[in-house]
């Protein structure tokens, strides 16, 4: 027997749901490849199912690793390792055969516009990492499209990841399921691996029943192989890699070679009082207000906005050279301290039904509770901090951590595009840039021109936040890609 079959038929005897030979050939040799290395106790294929979304999440509550809060329809309260918060830029990396192919080498110091890693050191990295590290765990296989299943924009991806929490994140985050198989066929897709780097049995006891390994975190892109590999951290932008691992990082890689653009954009559309509506895209960082504008409540007479998208969005050129956007993800990984009733009205009635929450405080009543929520716990109601301890306001620290999230489905904004999954994308009128600044700067100006608009995005800076392990009030840079077309004069009032 080829060695290639003895190692399908070795990993099939392992698989607890879902049928390897109905998957490619390319599929099935992903798969086979990193069982043999993970080494994890059994295989399960995603179908991306109501019923096999239920089992998951039963599963977490059961081993503590969620909890259900029951003020809200199908809500859940994840808390992590507090080692294990945030993107770790200093641990994101790019492998690729020569540094100036990907990141700047700087003069001196780290270069600010990303990490290279050498093919030869990355090899070494993974070797040290990955073999035993899903043994006693279960390896998810998940089929998801970035986009609409099917959309000539969209793209499609497999992860395989040894954490429950990273299925159900996806599940929401992105078009997941056994659709994403039949539409893959035997087309090319982008390999994603993640691990929690923690196989059992433990070596040593958890911290709210989070499974991470921080000294050993990496997460690395490998455009050349069309690879995302990452491990140790089970965090949002680490582990849920359809996310600015794909969307962004490999994606401007394919972007590049096939002419087209993955922005870290916002899109909405606004119509005016007459009823001509047109659609933006606005480029500002994590954690510096997408959400909030994208979900925005006019207070001016007459005017509507309508979300696309609050944090992704890929843009390609017509054939009548008219520039189109879509919304390349399927829910919203927000920040949650910030958001109330008073900033974001459309996104508290977004997350009150099937959302994933990190990090947030709890109420005695089965509630949320974070920071800028504008609205007190009724009286008798204590709280319970993201650290999962009694909290008051003389804690001297936060209730919920600066970053901590909620996972909710798109489609129930209650101000949703009606065009937000349209297959051609919609027509981008304009582009804002923008960013978090504590001084120093208008808070809101117009270009003269689209040659001073370009200097002026290529000159932004942003004030660091807890998106990423930054700490302190230092100004990072925004790269902006410039996007030559014709910017209509447009001003807000």
Not at 106 to 134: H, I, N, Y
Not at 140 to 156: A, C, D, Q, R, T
Not at 241 to 252: E, M, Q, V
Request: aromatic letters at 8%.
């Amino acid at each position: 027997m080829p060695a290639q079959q003895k190692a399908e038929l070795e990993v099939s005897g392992i698989v607890s749901q879902g049928n390897l030979k109905s998957l490619s050939a390319d599929v099935i040799d992903f798969i086979v490849t990193y069982a043999r290395i993970c080494l994890p106790e059994n295989i399960h294929i995603c179908d991306g199912s109501e019923e096999e979304n239920k089992k998951l999440l039963h599963q977490m509550e059961e081993i503590g690793m969620i909890k259900r809060l029951h003020k809200y329809d199908n809500c859940w309260l994840a808390r992590t390792d507090p080692r294990d918060v945030a993107r770790i830029e200093s641990k994101t990396i790019i492998v690729t055969q020569e540094q100036r192919d990907t990141v700047p080498v700087a003069k001196s110091g780290v270069s600010q516009l990303g990490r290279w890693m050498s093919e030869d050191d990355f090899e070494k990295a993974f070797k040290s990492r990955f073999p035993g590290c899903m043994r006693g765990r279960t390896m998810y296989v998940i089929p998801f499209s970035m986009g609409p299943i099917g959309s000539p924009l969209s793209k499609i991806g497999i992860q395989l990841t040894d954490s429950p929490y990273v299925v159900a994140s996806m599940r929401i985050m992105t078009r997941m399921g056994t659709a994403v198989f039949e539409a893959l066929g035997k087309g090319e897709f982008v390999k994603c691996l993640h691990s929690v780097g923690c196989p059992l049995p433990l070596r040593e006891p958890l911290v709210n029943n989070w499974p991470c390994n921080p000294e050993l975190t990496l997460i690395a892109h490998i455009p050349d192989r069309r690879e995302i590999i990452s491990f140790g951290s089970g965090y949002g932008g680490n582990s849920l890699l359809g996310k600015k691992c794909f969307a962004l990082r490999i994606a401007s890689r394919i972007a590049k070679e096939e002419g087209w653009l993955a922005e870290h954009m916002l899109i909405l559309g606004i119509t005016n009082p007459e009823g001509k509506k047109k659609y933006f895209a606005a480029a500002f960082p994590s954690a510096c207000g997408k959400t909030n504008l994208a979900m925005m409540r006019p207070s001016l007479p007459g005017w509507k906005i309508e979300c696309v998208g609050d944090d992704i969005a890929w843009m390609k050129f017509d054939e009548q050279g008219n520039l189109r956007a879509i919304n390349p993800e399927n829910g919203f990984f927000g920040v949650a301290p910030g958001t109330s009733v008073k900033t974001n009205p459309n996104a508290m009635e977004t997350i009150s039904k099937n959302t994933i929450f990190t990090n947030v405080a709890e109420t005695s009543d089965g509630g949320v509770y974070w920071e800028g929520m504008d609205e007190s716990p009724a009286p008798g109601i204590t709280l319970t901090s993201w650290k999962n301890k009694e909290w008051t306001q003389e804690f001297g620290e936060p209730a919920a951590h600066p970053n901590s999230r909620f996972c909710t489905p798109a489609s129930q904004c209650p101000i949703i595009d009606p065009k937000w999954e349209s297959s051609e994308g919609v027509p981008i009128e304009g582009i804002i840039f923008g960013g978090r600044r504590p001084a120093g700067v208008p808070l809101v100006y117009e270009a003269l021109s689209w040659q001073h608009g370009v200097f002026v995005g290529s000159a932004m800076r942003s004030e660091a936040t807890a998106a990423a392990e930054h700490k302190g009030r230092s100004l990072q840079i925004i790269l902006i890609i410039s996007v030559h077309f014709h910017l209509q004069s447009f001003i807000v009032n």
